[in-house]
Every structure is written in structure tokens, then in C-alpha cells.
């Protein structure tokens, strides 16, 4: 059998591992924010919700509603 250089077989893996990774990043990111626009934008009240700086979201009553773990 033919068998691909040691150097070209580490290309190709790191290559493969990059594009796996960037697809996932981006996709986590596409979450993150469709996630953030929901609990920004309260339907219900029609209220907009602020962001703290330390990631935690309360609404304008000052009711925490959510903490930013990433």
C-alpha cells in the first residue's frame, strides 16, 4: 500500500483539526448569540434587558436573570 509522508499525514491532521475546530467555534458562537438576543428581548413586557459588566443579565426591575458562564 501506498502510504503518505510522515510530514504530509501531520499536515493533513492539523489541517482537519483546525477546520473542526473553527466549524464548532463558529457554530458555538451562532448559539451563544441567537441565546443572547432571546434573553435580551423580553416578548412578553416588550422590556429590553441590559448587560452587566461582569456578565450577568438582570432585567429592569434589577431581577437577575441570567449569569454568563462563558
Known amino acids: ?8 499525514n501531520l499536515t ?5 483539526n483546525f477546520l473542526i475546530h473553527t466549524v464548532q ?8 448569540l441567537s441565546y443572547s438576543l432571546l ?3 423580553d416578548k ?3 422590556q429590553f434587558k441590559k448587560w452587566i459588566a461582569n456578565g450577568v443579565i ?3 426591575d ?3 436573570i441570567a ?4
Open 39 to 41: 434573553l435580551i428581548f
Open 1 to 8: 500500500m501506498w502510504k503518505l509522508p510522515k510530514l504530509l
Open 25 to 32: 467555534k463558529m457554530l458555538l458562537s451562532m448559539i451563544r
Open 67 to 70: 449569569i454568563d458562564i462563558g
Open 12 to 16: 493533513i491532521g492539523l489541517v482537519k
Open 58 to 60: 438582570k432585567d429592569s
Open 62 to 64: 434589577s431581577k437577575i
Open 44 to 46: 412578553k413586557s416588550g
